[in-house]
Nanobody
Framework: QVQVVESGGGLVPAGGSLTLSCTVS????????MGWFRQAAGKEREVVSC????????YYGDSVKGRFTISRDNAKNMFYLQMGKWKPEDTAMYFC????????????????WGKGTRVTVSS
């Protein structure tokens, strides 16, 4: 059984930074692509960032380019999202997902989802 679990959300000041973590079990982590998505209140879910199995292929949504950084540690079956330079629209529920489809121009179609962790940017 595949399990995908996010951690690290919370209330963050506008000038601060935050790193989300995602732990994946039940599949061969090291040869799967992973991703972060988010959904703000009243809006559709959007892709934040995805990373290929060997960290060579990385995709960022336009709204987070230059502000967020995705990374992974295959030895720990974990991947991460470092966030900063906040914008009000960053307040959302963040989901990590395993086994995503990724190209240099696209990311989506995830197979396994976490339940989400909320990030709230305080003004």
């Amino acid at each position: 059984q595949v399990q995908v679990v996010e951690s690290g959300g919370g209330l963050v000041p506008a000038g601060g930074s935050l790193t989300l973590s995602c732990t994946v079990s039940g599949l061969t982590f090291g040869n799967r692509n992973m991703g972060w998505f988010r959904q703000a209140a009243g809006k559709e879910r959007e892709v934040v960032s995805c990373i290929g199995w060997n960290s060579v292929l990385i995709y960022y949504g336009d709204s987070v380019k230059g502000r967020f950084t995705i990374s992974r540690d295959n030895a720990k079956n974990m991947f991460y999202l470092q966030m900063g330079k906040w914008k009000p629209e960053d307040t959302a529920m963040y989901f990590c997902a395993a086994d995503v489809y990724i190209t240099k121009d696209y990311c989506g179609r995830a197979e396994h989802w976490g339940k989400g962790t909320r990030v709230t940017v305080s003004s």
